[in-house]
């Protein structure tokens, strides 16, 4: 019964003591253990087979024993002290709860003490400094109302001194009194309800008023709207009026002002009346040197009357210039058939000097009229190009070069009165253009002339192609009449002009450049084939002689120097004119213009030597092929075309020695007409046999020798040829070198023909394998069975057409092309 009982409890303990598995690793965590008997998975029968694995185990059975209950005995001590030590805490928390509850209540009776004793402090403070505040107040009150009877007294006496002064015409005290008598009748504006201090506020105001009235009628005495002016001149009642007029409302001092320059100006209206001869354009300098005068005696007769600040001087020569600019604007209205060119220029530059003597005698600060527009002072450099003002050797060299993009200086300052007077002369400026627009025709037709009259310019082989001399006058033409007109004005005119510029830069295009150009001929003293076999190298001669081929070149230099310089002018004139209008400066159709000359110049060069190579091309496809029975040098057609390239490329190069790039157009298009040419040829030759073949792809490969090394040919310095030209060289030529293998290649097995022509021609087609059948000779219905096959292995189009397929010529890697270069050689040696 014992031992089920103690089954049971067991039972009901590993019950009790089934733990989650987070609570166990939580415990497993926190006391780590190696021990089996802490395992969540505790098996005793595992464990004791784990203590006694073996029957001699067994001897050690009561050791084992005695060391378990052991461990039993410590477990049982460890828990009673555990649970013993637990009795004792939740009476120990109850404690130290009430006892800080108790100090908690010790500390807030502590703080309502401090609290109280505070509020006794602050009532004993404010008892002890009630008196004392009292008497701060009264004391502020007393001072208050002492400064304020002071102000009082003094507005009064100051009042009344100031009415009498007013009487007696004392200006000089009057204005010191009545700036003290303003400041101190600010003091009682809160006060102005009361009746007496209104009073003295109205009698104030009353005093400037009758102030005011009396000192415009002081000036109007003195300087009479009618009749001469006061013998006596300025008085110093007068000056100390402008004094107490600077006190008073503006309106009395723009009164005094007005008055004065309109009396200071009436006998200038007069003088220069319309109807006299002086007031002309042709006599402008008298406008200006009167009121030279009329300041200079401004400055010693009423220099000092007048205050400093308010800049009289400035005033009467801005209102001068306001109406000069009106009268001359209705008298050119009036006269406009008589103005002429030379004399509008000649008052316009009058004007502008006189506007810049303004301009380093006064400072502008009076300018205040809305209408006025302040334009841009021009600046330093009269060059447009070249902020430098260089002389006119070195401008014609700078204009040569090109020399264009110098650094910029900085710009001026603003010149406040340009425009003031000269805005009138630009609704007559087209008569200016319009002479511009004259000029230019007639140097345009001399351009013509003088180059009809020297001829084409002399060869030159040292420093490159010339550029013509009247491309660099016509540009420094150009620069003048910018930089005038910019003095001019900076608005509509500089359009007018930009599309003078416009129609005689293509006029120069059309008859000095496009005009000049070499017209190609029908008829050519071209080689024959007999003349080709006997290689009579003295009957080959180009279609174009040495100084056409000049010509070409110096067209060229010209049309490239017109496009770098029309767009730099494009530049200057939208830096000149006004930011509204640079969006209407636009030379682009004009360099576009000279782009058409200068492809128009390399087309002619390379129609010329296409054409001197043409009968070369067409001996060699007249040539039997089949009858070739050994392979020797290169045929005579190659060595005529090798010789049209060394006459006509060394003289086009040195020609062309400072425009490089366009050297490298040449050659790039000269490759791109001659190497398809030469295709095309090189199909007419058939049939063809293995000798042939061989002979062709020997002259074919020194062909292409000979055109990798064409921009250097004939020259003591070697470079490299650009690699966009050697691209298409290598390109074109393997094809042809490709072609010729194909030949070569025998027809049987016909699958291994056909895919030897697929694997060598990577555009290949039906259409080139048939010319490649023609070639050797094969039969119309050889042909069909082949072209047959070759449908059926030719590998799918791409999403493009076959035709765009075929013109696409992909390039073989440099590994390729050396490969095949040794095999050709391999082969030449072997003929040899």
């Given at each position: 019964?014992m031992?089920?009982?103690e089954?049971?409890?067991v039972?009901?303990l590993?019950a009790?003591?089934?733990?989650?598995?987070?609570?166990q690793?939580?415990?497993?965590?926190?006391?780590?253990?190696?021990?089996?008997?802490?395992r969540?998975?505790?098996?005793?029968?595992e464990?004791?087979n784990?203590?006694?694995?073996?029957?001699?185990?067994?001897?050690?059975?009561?050791?084992?024993?005695?060391k378990?209950?052991?461990?039993?005995?410590?477990l049982?001590?460890?828990?009673?002290?555990?649970?013993?030590?637990?009795?004792?805490?939740?009476?120990?928390?109850?404690?130290?709860?009430e006892?800080?509850?108790?100090?908690?209540?010790?500390?807030?009776?502590?703080?309502?003490d401090?609290k109280?004793?505070?509020?006794?402090?602050?009532?004993m403070v404010k008892?002890?400094t009630?008196?004392i505040?009292?008497?701060?107040?009264?004391?502020?009150?007393l001072?208050t109302?002492?400064?304020?009877?002071?102000?009082?007294?003094?507005?009064?006496?100051?009042v009344?001194s100031?009415?009498?002064?007013t009487?007696?015409?004392?200006?000089?005290?009057?204005?010191?009194?009545l700036?003290?008598v303003?400041?101190?009748?600010e003091?009682?504006?809160?006060?102005?309800?009361?009746?007496?201090?209104?009073?003295?506020?109205?009698r104030?105001?009353?005093?400037?008023?009758?102030?005011?009235?009396?000192?415009?009628?002081?000036?109007?005495?003195?300087?009479?709207?009618q009749?001469?002016?006061r013998?006596?001149?300025?008085?110093?009642?007068?000056?100390d009026?402008?004094?107490?007029a600077n006190?008073?409302?503006?309106?009395?001092k723009?009164?005094?002002?007005?008055?004065?320059?309109k009396?200071?100006?009436?006998?200038?209206?007069?003088?220069?009346?319309?109807?006299?001869?002086?007031?002309w354009?042709d006599?402008?300098?008298?406008?200006?040197?009167?009121?030279?005068r009329?300041?200079?005696?401004?400055?010693?007769?009423?220099g000092?009357?007048?205050?400093?600040?308010?800049?009289?001087?400035?005033?009467?020569?801005v209102?001068?210039?306001?109406?000069?600019?009106?009268e001359?604007a209705?008298?050119?209205?009036?006269r406009?058939?008589?103005i002429?060119?030379?004399l509008?220029?000649?008052?316009?530059?009058?004007?502008?000097?006189f506007?810049?003597?303004?301009?380093?005698?006064?400072?502008?600060?009076t300018?205040t009229?809305?209408?006025?527009?302040k334009?841009e002072?021009?600046?330093?450099?009269?060059?447009p190009?070249?902020?430098?003002?260089?002389?006119p050797e070195?401008?014609e060299?700078?204009?040569?070069?090109?020399?264009?993009?110098?650094?910029?200086?900085?710009?001026?300052?603003?010149?406040?009165f340009?425009?003031?007077?000269?805005k009138?002369?630009?609704?007559?400026?087209?008569?200016?253009?319009?002479s511009?627009?004259k000029?230019?025709?007639e140097?345009?037709?001399?351009f013509?002339?003088?180059?009809?009259?020297?001829g084409?310019?002399?060869p030159n082989?040292?420093?490159g192609?010339a550029?013509?001399?009247?491309?660099?006058d016509?540009?420094?033409y150009?620069?003048?009449c910018m930089?005038?007109?910019s003095?001019l004005?900076?608005?509509?005119?500089?359009?007018?002009?930009?599309?003078?510029?416009?129609?005689?830069?293509?006029e120069?295009?059309?008859?000095?450049l496009?005009?000049n150009?070499p017209?190609?001929?029908?008829?050519?003293?071209?080689?024959?084939?007999?003349?080709l076999?006997k290689?009579?190298?003295?009957s080959?001669?180009?279609?174009?002689?040495?100084?056409?081929l000049?010509?070409i070149?110096?067209?060229?230099?010209?049309?490239?120097?017109?496009l770098?310089?029309t767009?730099?002018?494009?530049?200057k004139?939208?830096?000149k004119?006004d930011?509204?209008?640079?969006?209407?400066i636009?030379?682009t159709?004009?360099?576009?213009?000279?782009?058409?000359?200068?492809?128009?110049?390399?087309?002619?060069?390379?129609?010329d030597?296409?054409?001197a190579?043409?009968?070369?091309?067409?001996?060699m496809?007249?040539?039997q092929w089949?009858?070739?029975?050994?392979?020797g040098?290169?045929?005579?057609?190659?060595t005529?075309?090798?010789?049209h390239?060394?006459?006509n490329?060394p003289?086009?190069?040195?020609?062309?020695?400072s425009?490089?790039?366009y050297?490298?157009?040449?050659?790039?298009?000269?490759?791109?007409s001659?190497?398809?040419?030469f295709?095309t040829?090189?199909?007419k030759?058939?049939?063809?046999?293995?000798?042939?073949?061989?002979?062709?792809?020997l002259d074919?490969?020194?062909?292409?020798m000979?055109?990798?090394?064409?921009?250097s040919?004939?020259s003591?310095?070697?470079?490299k040829?650009?690699?966009s030209?050697?691209k298409i060289?290598?390109?074109g030529?393997?094809?042809?070198?490709m072609?010729?293998?194909?030949?070569?290649?025998?027809?049987e097995?016909?699958v291994v023909?056909?895919d030897?022509?697929?694997?060598?021609?990577?555009?290949?087609?039906?259409?080139?394998?048939q010319?490649?059948?023609?070639?050797?000779?094969?039969?119309?219905?050889?042909?069909?069975?082949?072209?047959?096959?070759?449908?059926?292995?030719l590998?799918?189009?791409?999403?493009?057409?076959?035709s765009a397929?075929?013109?696409s010529?992909?390039?073989?890697?440099?590994e390729?092309?050396?490969?095949?270069i040794?095999?050709?050689e391999k082969?030449?040696?072997?003929?040899?």
């Open positions: 019964m031992e089920e009982e089954l049971e409890f039972e009901e590993e009790v003591l089934q733990l989650t598995p987070e609570v690793l939580a415990i497993e965590q926190v006391f780590p253990s190696q021990d089996p008997l802490d969540a998975d505790f098996n005793a029968v464990y004791i784990t203590l006694f694995p073996t029957e001699q185990s067994l001897a050690n059975i009561d050791e084992v024993v005695n378990i209950r052991l461990k039993i005995r410590r049982d001590d460890n828990i009673r002290t555990v649970v013993r030590g637990q009795t004792n805490v939740g009476q120990d928390g109850r404690q130290a709860l006892e800080a509850q108790k100090a908690i209540q010790q500390l807030f009776g502590k703080i309502k401090i109280d004793k505070a509020e006794k402090s602050e009532q008892e002890i009630r008196d505040k009292q008497l701060d107040h009264a004391k502020r009150h001072t109302s002492i400064t304020t009877l002071n102000h009082l007294h003094m507005l009064a006496g100051g009344d100031l009415e009498a002064m009487r007696r015409r004392q200006y000089g005290e009057v204005a010191n009194l700036q003290g303003m400041n101190v009748l003091h009682f504006h809160k006060y102005m309800g009361i009746p007496q201090i209104r009073q003295l506020s109205e104030v105001k009353a005093a400037q008023t009758e102030l005011g009235q009396q000192i415009l009628a002081d000036f109007e005495e003195a300087f009479p709207s009749g001469s002016k013998p006596g001149g300025p008085s110093n009642v007068l000056r009026a402008c004094l107490v006190i008073l409302d503006p309106r009395i723009q009164e005094i002002m007005k008055k004065f320059i009396q200071h100006l009436s006998e200038y209206l007069v003088l220069f009346q319309e109807n006299q001869d002086v007031a354009l006599k402008i300098d008298r406008r200006y040197a009167w009121i030279k009329q300041l200079v005696d401004y400055e010693e007769k009423y000092r009357m007048f205050p400093r600040e308010w800049y009289m001087a400035e005033r009467i020569a209102e001068f210039c306001h109406v000069t600019r009106t001359l209705k008298i050119m209205r009036t406009a058939k008589e002429e060119v030379k509008l220029l000649f008052a316009i530059q009058r004007t502008t000097n506007e810049g003597f303004l301009a380093k005698r006064f400072s502008g600060c300018l009229d809305g209408s006025l527009k334009l002072s021009p600046p330093t450099s009269t060059n190009f070249l902020e430098d003002e260089p002389t070195m401008e060299l700078a204009t040569e070069k090109g020399d264009l993009d110098q650094p910029k200086k900085p710009k001026a300052p603003d010149n406040p340009h425009g003031i007077v000269s009138c002369f630009e609704p007559h400026l087209y008569v200016y253009i319009e511009q627009d000029n230019l025709g140097l345009i037709d001399r013509v002339a003088d180059f009809k009259a020297q084409p310019p002399k082989t040292d420093e192609g550029v013509l001399p009247s491309c660099a016509l540009f420094v150009y620069k003048k930089v005038q007109c003095q004005s900076t608005g509509e005119p500089m359009i007018a002009l930009t599309t003078i510029f416009q129609k005689y830069l293509r120069y295009a059309w008859k000095i496009s005009g150009l017209k190609t001929t029908t008829s050519s003293g071209g080689l024959t084939i007999s003349s076999l290689e009579k190298e003295g080959e001669v180009a279609k174009f002689t040495l100084e056409e000049c010509l070149c110096s067209i060229l230099s010209t049309a490239e120097y017109c770098a310089t767009q730099q002018l494009e530049e004139l939208k830096e004119v930011i509204s209008l640079i969006e209407r636009n030379l159709g004009e360099m576009d213009t000279f782009s058409t000359v200068i492809s128009s110049s390399i087309q002619l060069l390379v129609q030597l296409d054409a190579c043409d009968p070369a091309l067409t001996a496809s007249k040539m089949q009858n070739v029975e050994h392979v040098d290169q045929s005579p057609y190659v005529s075309v090798i010789l390239i060394k006459q490329v003289i086009i190069r040195d020609n062309l020695a425009t490089r790039k050297f490298t157009q040449f050659c790039i298009k000269f490759a791109n001659f190497i398809p040419k295709i040829h090189l199909f030759c058939k049939p063809i046999s293995m000798v042939g073949a061989e002979q062709l792809l074919t490969h020194s062909l292409k000979v055109l990798l090394d064409l921009p040919i004939g003591q310095v070697v470079r040829a650009p690699a030209y050697t060289v290598v390109k030529m393997t094809r042809a070198e072609i010729l293998k194909v030949v070569m290649a025998p027809h097995p016909l023909f056909v030897n022509y697929i694997k060598l021609l990577t555009d290949c087609n039906t259409e080139t394998f010319k490649i059948l023609d070639m050797k000779g094969l039969k119309r219905s050889e042909q069909s069975s082949m072209l047959e096959l070759l449908r059926q292995r590998p799918a189009p791409p999403s493009g057409a076959e397929s075929s013109l010529l992909m390039a073989p890697t440099p390729q092309e050396s490969s095949r040794r095999k050709l082969l030449i040696k072997k003929r040899l």
